[in-house]
Structure formats: structure tokens, C-alpha cells
């Protein structure tokens, strides 16, 4: 488990020793999720292109979040007082998988030598050695043991690739995408696509908080379902009018708004509340200010539009408080937990109960013929404890496996 953590600002002027701080802070928020090592990647002096150095610098340390920063302190080429209008800057907090802790293996994961991609995961890649391969034949050199290096690579490739030179950065990491077997968190960072970010998940969490001092243009974004028919120009200026209707985006002369990119909602409630969660395959894209999200396909069941929530928590609330360990006080707060889990899901008065994953796969359930409940380590227990009420519930036989064993 690691933890992804990425801010963006849109003409909101912040200094690099800002913009470091709310990175810096929003990792520590997220420290208990990884804690071997991390990383920072932001934007250089415009001053420069990645010709002659690289525009984007990054920092990485094994150890915890507070060597990272010491480090960073330490750079003396960089100005901390350099303000930026707009700038989009991501980070990292590892728990090793794939390779030893160390500052090779840390993330963000880059492309190449200029830094042309780089790509902060949580998650696991399954088929990265088949892409590993692949890439390898076609003369990309890789540094780390990492699974997640594959992917700033094969962005790359792709990237290099392409038939048209305006292509769009969400349009990019679709096809990347495409590719990709396993459970993933990704934020991506360009050169190429200065001031955007491009974010998306597949079975890992990623939100995304919104804070503006002007009204958004809307609380629910429809979704943009990519189509790959029409490759040329032709009708692009009418498709582009089309896309930026279903953006979220700032209203009013200053169109001032930040972005906060987070793997749990512990990173970004002390900078907003209002925050989007993005579903398995969404692809979220901001430029220019506007937030757009993309699906390749389109599902039976998918909803139209990604609504934004507000959290109804304070900071203190994710803080250890009075407790002397975490543990302890989510041990204390279980009761509180469950009846948050339960809520909106189950009507005590009608004595219904509404699971929404599950409402357009009930015929295939009622069929089955036995119940797999699958854990590892605290949910390997709780499966074991509600294996006899799930049997006298369904009469159906229930089996207990641990995930790690598991062959079916």
C-alpha cells in the first residue's frame, strides 16, 4: 500500500516553498499507508527546457516523509521564492513491492533521462514483465526493480508514437491504460503538457478535492466517453466545444481554482471538503483550469456524471487525537464506522437493503451454487466470523480462503 498525493494550482500564485509544504504536509498525512521512501516531482525555472536540463526536477529518499523534506531544503540551484501562477506538482509515499526501499526504486517513476513523463502509482502492475520486455527490445533502458517504471516508458513510446502532434494528454494515458493488467492508482505529470495532470484508477482509491473562491460551473460532471473513429481535425473544434460544456470548471473573470490529487481523504480535508471519487477506469484530465473525466467504454449500470461530495469530517477527526495509537482509536470507533458504512445502503424502517455494485448481477447470484469469501489478515478474520451466519442466511456452503493461497 502507498500513498499518491499531487496539487495543482491554477492562477492561484504560489511560491515553490508553498507549493513543497503542501506536498510535504499532505505525504505525512498519508505516512501510514508507506513509509520506506518518497518522492517529489515539480516543475524547474521556466527559464529552461528539457534540451538543456530538464523542466522537471525530481527529489527522492528512502526513509521516512521528514528525510524527503530535509533534503529538499538542502537544493541550493533551486529559488524557493519563485512564484508560480500555475503548476501542477506530484509525490509519493512507498511501502516496497517491487524492489528494495531505496532512492532508485522510489517514486515518481520517470521516462527517461529529461523527465519527459513521470508517473506516481499505488497498486500493482500485473503483466509489467511482459511490457518490460517489450520495451527493452525496443531500446528503453530501465533503472529500477519497480513494476510501475513500465508505465512513464511505455507513455513515452506511445507518446512518440503518435500519428497527430496535437494530441491530448488524457488521450495519451487512455492508450496507456489500455495496456495496463491489475490494480492501479496513477497521476501523471508532462513536460509536454505544462500545468496539466492526468489521473486514474483500477481497484485502488484516488479522490480528487476541489477548492475555489469562485462558483464552479457545476456539482455533477457528465462522463466523456472516448471514440476513436475520426482521428483527423475534421470536426475536432465542435468535439472540443462539446468537451469543455462537461467540464467542472471556475465561473467569473478570476476562473482562480486548486486541485488536490489523494489517495485518502486524510490528505486533503485540511484544504477543502468538496471532493469527487473517482470509479474504477475513470480517466480525470485538468488543463487550462478545467476538470474533465473520460471513460474508454461504457458499462451497463455506469452513471452518467461524477458528483461532488461533501465530507462531513474534520481535520481532527483523522488525527490520532487523544488516543495514544491509531489502532486504538479506530478500535474505538467501530460502532460510529459501521453505522457510516450502513448508511444510504440499508432502510431500517422498509427493511430493505440496496447494494448498488451488486443490483444488475442478481440473477447470476441467485444461481450460484457456493459462496467463496476471500481475506487476508483483519477481513480473513471477519470472514471467518460470519461464515456460519452467511451459511444459516443463504444454505449455502461457505468456504474460507486466505487471498495469498487462493486457486480457484
Known amino acids: 500500500m502507498c500513498g499518491i498525493f499531487a496539487y495543482l494550482n491554477y492562477k492561484v500564485p504560489r511560491s515553490r516553498k508553498t507549493i513543497f509544504e503542501i506536498l510535504v504536509n499532505g505525504l505525512q498525512r498519508l505516512e501510514y499507508r508507506g513509509y520506506d521512501s518518497a518522492g517529489i516531482a515539480v516543475d524547474e525555472d521556466s527559464g529552461k527546457d528539457h534540451e538543456n536540463g530538464g523542466c522537471i526536477c525530481i527529489f527522492r529518499k528512502s526513509g521516512k516523509v521528514k528525510a524527503l523534506a530535509d533534503e529538499l531544503y538542502k537544493q541550493t540551484f533551486l529559488d524557493f521564492d519563485k512564484e508560480f501562477e500555475i503548476h501542477f506538482g506530484i509525490a509519493h509515499t512507498r511501502w516496497a513491492t517491487h524492489g528494495v526501499p531505496n532512492k532508485v526504486n522510489s517514486h515518481p517513476q520517470s521516462s527517461d533521462k529529461n523527465n519527459e513523463f513521470v508517473v506516481v502509482h499505488n497498486g500493482i502492475i500485473t503483466n509489467y514483465k511482459d511490457l518490460r520486455t517489450l520495451l527493452e527490445s525496443k531500446d528503453y533502458a ?19 508514437k503518435r500519428e497527430s502532434e496535437d494530441i491530448k494528454f488524457s488521450t495519451l494515458v487512455e ?14 505529470k508532462s513536460l509536454h503538457f505544462p500545468g496539466e495532470a492526468v489521473a486514474t484508477r483500477r481497484g485502488s482509491p484516488l479522490l480528487i478535492g476541489i477548492r475555489s473562491k469562485c462558483k464552479l460551473s457545476t456539482d ?15 470536426g475536432a473544434s465542435k468535439t472540443h466545444q462539446i468537451e469543455i460544456k462537461k467540464c467542472l470548471h471556475p465561473t467569473g473573470e478570476e476562473k482562480s481554482v486548486e486541485f488536490y490529487f489523494a489517495s485518502d481523504a486524510s490528505a486533503i480535508i485540511e484544504h477543502t471538503n468538496r471532493v469527487i471519487f473517482l470509479e474504477d477506469d475513470d480517466i480525470a484530465a485538468v488543463s487550462d483550469g478545467y476538470l474533465s473525466i473520460h471513460r474508454i467504454e461504457k458499462s451497463m449500470g455506469d452513471l452518467a456524471s461524477r458528483a ?19 489502532m486504538q482509536k479506530e478500535i474505538f470507533e467501530q460502532p460510529e464506522s459501521i453505522i457510516n458504512t450502513l448508511r444510504g445502503r440499508v432502510n431500517f424502517e422498509t427493511s430493505t437493503v440496496m447494494l448498488g455494485g451488486l443490483k444488475d448481477h442478481f440473477e ?15 477481513s480473513y478474520h471477519a470472514t471467518v466470523a460470519t461464515r456460519q451466519v452467511l451459511e444459516e442466511l443463504t444454505e449455502l456452503p461457505v468456504m474460507v480462503e486466505l487471498a495469498s493461497d487462493f486457486l480457484d
Open 175 to 188: 492508450r496507456v491504460v489500455r495496456h495496463l493488467e491489475g490494480a492501479f492508482a496513477l497521476v501523471f
Open 142 to 160: 530501465f533503472e529500477s526493480e519497480t513494476d510501475t517504471e513500465v508505465i512513464p516508458k511505455l507513455t513515452k513510446y506511445v507518446y512518440d
Open 220 to 234: 455533477q460532471i457528465p462522463i466523456l466517453y472516448r471514440t476513436y473513429k475520426n482521428n483527423k481535425n475534421e
Open 308 to 326: 461532488i461530495h461533501t465530507l462531513q469530517m474534520e481535520l481532527h477527526q483523522i488525527m490520532k487525537g487523544n488516543f495514544s495509537a491509531f
Open 364 to 378: 447470476e447470484i441467485k444461481r450460484c451454487r457456493r459462496l467463496l469469501l476471500i481475506g487476508c489478515g483483519t
